[in-house]
């Protein structure tokens, strides 16, 4: 694991959905992206860049189907991301980037 995690100081209201997602993500990660692979990397990068908090968590696994749609999923751990992202008032993506590639933008 790899973590490039800036000094800040935020507010529980904001930390408390960070977290959840972040468990979420990691939960995945651990459950589909190394499927058939004996080892794996993931890295966290938490930066504040022009008054937007960015958290970035990728990983060298399989990667998303071909057919992946954010927009078509349904499930309760994208519900969720999605739900904490709004309150957040940010946005989250997932891509494939070398494995998965999953960003949290907001502003702060």
């Known amino acids: 694991m790899e973590k490039q995690i800036a000094e800040l100081s935020l507010n529980p209201k904001v ?3 960070i977290g959840i997602i972040l468990n979420e993500l990691l939960t995945n990660i651990m459950k589909y992206a190394f499927v058939g692979k004996k080892a794996g990397r993931i890295k966290i990068i938490f930066k504040l860049n022009n008054n937007y908090i960015t958290l970035t968590i990728q990983d060298n696994g399989v990667g998303l189907p071909v057919d992946f749609d954010i927009k078509k999923q349904k499930g309760f751990g994208i519900d969720l991301i999605r739900m904490l992202t709004e309150q957040l008032e940010g ?9 998965t590639r999953n960003i949290l933008k907001f502003p702060v």
Not at 91 to 99: A, Q, R, S, V
């Open 15 to 17: 930390l408390f959905p």
């Open 91 to 99: 946005e989250f993506t997932m891509e494939n980037f070398n494995g």
